[in-house]
């Protein structure tokens, strides 16, 4: 296996069982490393090539190519998806059989903690396991007081600080994609996804841009999302910056970011408590005390409420739950106001 060209993207003996399994006679193996419209750019053992794909294709697949067919999809061990911004039936595949979310901050702004949130549910909701580095951190006078930030929200996740001025946190953002790991940049335009490729490959293979003065955006500047071989080990997928992370499914990747929460929700009076003004609610007592803050709460609650419209949206059996349970909550008012 350690002779395989393939090895350097990822290949492995699990792997090649599950292609003996699953794709034998459907071509060779191969991985996407970019996606267009109807094709797809993928590696093989023996070249590069652009073949026709199916619909829902994503970058970072595991695949079986005939000439310049895409056959056969691998199951996926871990998937970044979100809700299609146009289409909120759909889900977008943003990149798949992935090891590690590195969710990108940038320190020339306030640190965002409410889409810190949003971008760690994604993660976790992957299969994957999310990192977050600290980009630009020769633009902040604290850098460690921000990775305290991001701690304080999840101790859980390596936080690496890094500069693209001087290198800062490059090897430590190297380490994560070792031995043949895959990693995805998640981030928005401007936070430096980019500039760190271009570190970690040694040269400019992607394109940056300065982000605007007046309110630190940036612009686009990665179009496509793109599968690329580190030089120290592993693989790295770029993504263009993302201004609106919709969630599709999340149940597990809120439970996974806000685990605090959800161990004070085991304590409340009743299972299926909402945590509004509700008897016996141990996490409204919590904010009350002190103990959670009312922001994060918030936070929670706001990113449960949109998962929960996505489900609406596409399973009429949960649309027709939450319609009985508002009926039921309405039927409970009118009740108590009856003089």
Same mark, same amino acid.
């Given at each position: ?99 590690? #979310? *590195? %969710?990108?901050? &940038?320190?020339? +702004?306030?640190?965002? $903690? ?5 971008? !760690?549910?994604? =993660? ?110 592993? #693989? *790295? %997928?770029?993504? &263009?910056?993302? +201004?609106?992370?919709? $969630? ?5 990747? !809120?439970?996974? =970011? ?82």
């Amino acid at each position: 296996m350690a002779d395989d060209p393939l090895t350097p993207y990822g290949w492995d003996d699990r792997l090649a069982a599950l292609f003996e399994l699953e794709a034998a006679e459907a071509g060779e193996p191969a991985r996407v490393t970019t996606v267009h419209r109807g094709e797809s750019d993928v590696v093989t053992r023996v070249d590069r090539r652009r073949v026709t794909s199916p619909p829902g294709v994503g970058t970072g697949d595991w695949v079986a190519v005939d000439g310049d067919e895409l056959t056969t999809v691998l199951p996926r061990r871990s998937e970044l998806t979100r809700q299609r911004s146009d289409d909120a039936d759909q889900r977008q595949v943003i990149a798949a059989n992935v090891d590690v #979310v *590195l %969710i990108t901050v &940038p320190l020339d +702004r306030d640190v965002n $903690l409410n889409r810190l949130e949003r971008e !760690l549910v994604v =993660a976790w909701e992957s299969g994957a396991v999310p990192a977050v580095a600290l980009t630009k951190a020769d633009l902040h006078p604290d850098p460690a007081a921000a990775a305290d930030l991001v701690l304080a929200r999840d101790p859980r996740v390596d936080v690496v600080i890094t500069s693209a001025v001087d290198g800062t946190g490059v090897p430590e953002v190297a380490a994560l994609l070792q031995p043949h790991r895959t990693g995805v940049l998640l981030g928005s335009s401007g936070a430096g996804k980019s500039t760190i490729v271009n570190r970690l490959l040694g040269e400019d293979v992607q394109d940056t841009a300065e982000v605007r003065a007046g309110d630190a955006k940036g612009r686009h500047t990665t179009t496509t999302r793109d599968l690329l071989l580190v030089p120290t080990g592993g #693989v *790295l %997928i770029d993504t &263009p910056g993302i +201004r609106g992370l919709l $969630l599709w499914s999340a149940d597990e990747g !809120l439970s996974a =970011a806000f685990p605090d929460i959800e161990e004070l929700a085991g304590r409340c009076r009743f299972r299926d408590c909402d945590h509004e003004p509700e008897p016996g609610c141990a996490v409204r007592a919590a904010v009350g005390s002190g103990e959670l803050p009312v922001e994060r709460l918030a936070s929670y609650q706001k990113l449960k409420r949109e998962v929960a419209w996505a489900q609406r949206s596409v399973d009429p059996l949960a649309a027709a739950e939450e319609r009985r349970r508002w009926k039921q909550i309405h039927k409970e008012v009118r009740a108590r106001n009856r003089p």
